[in-house]
């Protein structure tokens, strides 16, 4: 079992920036082998990948449209993830999601995560 606890969250005004956290847990947890991701979600919308990374190997993934804006990184000593989000605009708004894959397939997909922290909100207001 992993856990994922996400923080980081707040209200700040457009081209702001904040730093998202997750934090990641498990007694039999071999994060080596997991990518770990963001996702968010708006009101009226479908949950969407966000950034992501292989724990091992050095690949990251973006979407488009954060692409420059967004950074994600990690801690190895303290099993963490980091989103670095810069410049933010009011369509950044949404909760954000931590999530664990147990593989590498299909990064970008909701259905390939198997764990999820509880989100964290995200404001950009103008």
């Known amino acids: 079992q992993v856990q994922l606890v996400e923080s980081g969250g707040g209200l700040v005004q457009a081209g702001g920036s904040l730093r998202l956290t997750c934090a990641a847990s498990?007694?039999?947890?071999?994060?080596?082998?997991?990518?770990i991701s963001w996702f968010r979600q708006a009101p009226g919308k479908e949950r969407e990948f966000v950034a992501g990374?292989?724990?091992?190997?050095?690949?990251?993934y973006y979407a488009d449209s954060v692409k420059g804006r967004f950074t994600i990184s990690k801690d190895n000593a303290k099993n963490t993830v980091y989103l670095q989000m810069n410049n933010l605009k009011p369509e950044d708004a949404a909760v954000y999601y931590c999530?664990?894959?147990?593989?590498?397939?299909?990064?970008?997909?909701?259905?390939?995560?198997?764990?999820w922290g509880q989100g964290t909100q995200v404001t950009a207001s103008s």
């Open positions: 999530a664990a894959a147990p593989n590498y397939r299909a990064v970008y997909q909701v259905a390939s995560y198997s764990y």
């Open positions: 990374l292989r724990w091992s190997g050095g690949i990251t």
């Open positions: 498990g007694r039999t947890f071999n994060i080596n082998t997991y990518v």
